[in-house]
């Protein structure tokens, strides 16, 4: 098993980022927050998970080893490959999802694309005694409830690092998230959470067509 990967950025992609090891490239499948803390050219090590399929050796990189031990718990529920156990952390932190199952969220859980109420009521009953207590449950609810009062969300801030990671200005950034921002307040509204990956994929659309 390749338990991490180290060295520079050599290229990102909104899921992918390739990370040059000893003159290889390895191409890595990240979530949004995970590419948000890369630099092009910068040093980088990311803990990893190797999927193995018959036709196929697919890297999964994470920002740290608790991230990656979440994504392989989650795989163990049954219907969980690892796109949806990647979808779910894009998502939800993994604090947030040990949360969502203790409490037996099921809003939570219906949030990520492809999950429905039946699947969320299933992965709850699945989970519940694989994912454990969160790590730090005072601290998540209350950062929780300071984002809720503080009126912005948080998305606009990891989606503009998203961004200015694949290497656009601040300004086209800036100006990105300005127009994808009807398409969150109205997941916002719907009470669910923003959906970062498919906002950058609508920011970069408005970015290639600007250009």
């Known amino acids: 098993m390749i338990a991490f990967v180290s060295g520079a950025v050599a290229a990102l992609a909104p899921t992918t980022a390739v990370i040059e090891v000893g003159g290889v490239g390895m191409a890595v499948h990240c979530t949004p927050h995970t590419i948000a803390g890369l630099r092009l050219g910068q040093e980088a090590k990311l803990a990893t998970s190797l999927v193995v399929r018959e036709d196929s050796l697919t890297l999964y990189g994470f920002a740290d080893d608790d991230e990656r031990q979440v994504f392989e718990l989650l795989q163990t529920a049954s219907g969980v490959g690892p796109r949806l156990a990647q979808a779910m952390l894009g998502v939800h932190s993994p604090d947030a999802l040990r949360l969502a199952v203790s409490t037996g969220d099921e809003k939570a859980l219906t949030a990520v694309p492809g999950i429905g109420k ?3 009521q299933k992965l709850l009953l699945e989970l519940k005694d694989k994912l454990g207590q969160p790590l730090g449950t005072g601290a998540l609810v209350g950062a929780q409830r300071a ?62 067509r600007a250009r």
């Open 118 to 120: 039946k699947g969320a």
């Open 147 to 208: 984002a809720a009062a503080a009126g912005p969300a948080p998305w606009t801030e990891q989606l503009q690092a998203a961004l200015i990671g694949l290497g656009y200005a601040s300004r086209e950034a800036d100006e990105a998230v300005s127009a994808v921002t009807p398409q969150a307040e109205a997941a916002l509204a719907a009470g669910g959470p923003a959906p970062v990956p498919q906002l950058l994929r609508a920011a970069l659309q408005t970015l290639n």
